[in-house]
């Protein structure tokens, strides 16, 4: 029964009746039934996240948005330059309002820049779709209803404190994850 969260993929459209099931299986007397869903639930949740929103930029406009010039490919060398230097964590000056954090360009590859630049920089922007009650897909609706029920945070909760009397401090991930959606549902 192990395997059930390898099944739940992005490319496949999960049954809504399923999401409930899982959903349902949270508070079920079985622990075993309990584990598999919290898992599950773990997986719905990190492939419901709205996908990231690239960007490109030219070499030149990142530079000058950082007050650098534009590096020369005669005198390039590999390793830690000043061109590179805003890459590392030594140079960086956190943004002081939300319009410079969604205009900071945080590369999510380390290798650019340390041989050579490339010509156009493809880099993850910093804000992403945000869902609400009017554009919140069905399925992630589904989720956010009942973690906004009352009743059934309760039952989760003594559920959750009854596999916990063993006295044992044991990390759980696939816990963790479903607390802190629950977390960031509420907010």
């Given at each position: ?139 992630v ?16 909760i ?13 990390f759980?991930i ?14």
């Amino acid at each position: 029964m192990a395997f059930i969260p390898f099944l739940l993929q992005r490319q496949i459209q999960i049954p809504l009746s399923c999401i409930r099931i899982l959903v349902d299986f949270l508070i079920h007397e079985n622990l075993d039934i309990r584990k598999i869903a919290e898992q599950c639930i773990s997986t719905l949740c990190r492939i419901q996240k709205p996908p990231r929103i690239y960007l490109e930029k030219s070499l030149h406009d990142i530079f000058y948005q950082i007050k650098k010039s534009c590096p020369d490919e005669a005198f390039s060398c590999p390793g830690d330059r000043d061109d590179n230097l805003w890459i590392t964590l030594n140079n960086y000056q956190p943004p002081k309002t939300q319009i410079e954090w969604e205009q900071t360009c945080f590369l999510d590859k380390s290798f650019h820049g340390y041989y050579k630049w490339p010509k156009v920089i493809k880099y993850p922007m910093n804000k992403r779709e945000r869902y609400t009650k009017n554009t919140m897909p069905e399925d992630v609706a589904i989720l956010y209803n009942r973690f906004m029920d009352k009743n059934f945070i309760t039952q989760l909760i003594q559920y959750m404190v009854i596999t916990d009397e063993s006295n044992e401090l044991n990390f759980n991930i696939h816990r963790f994850r479903m607390v802190f959606f629950e977390i960031l549902v509420s907010i």
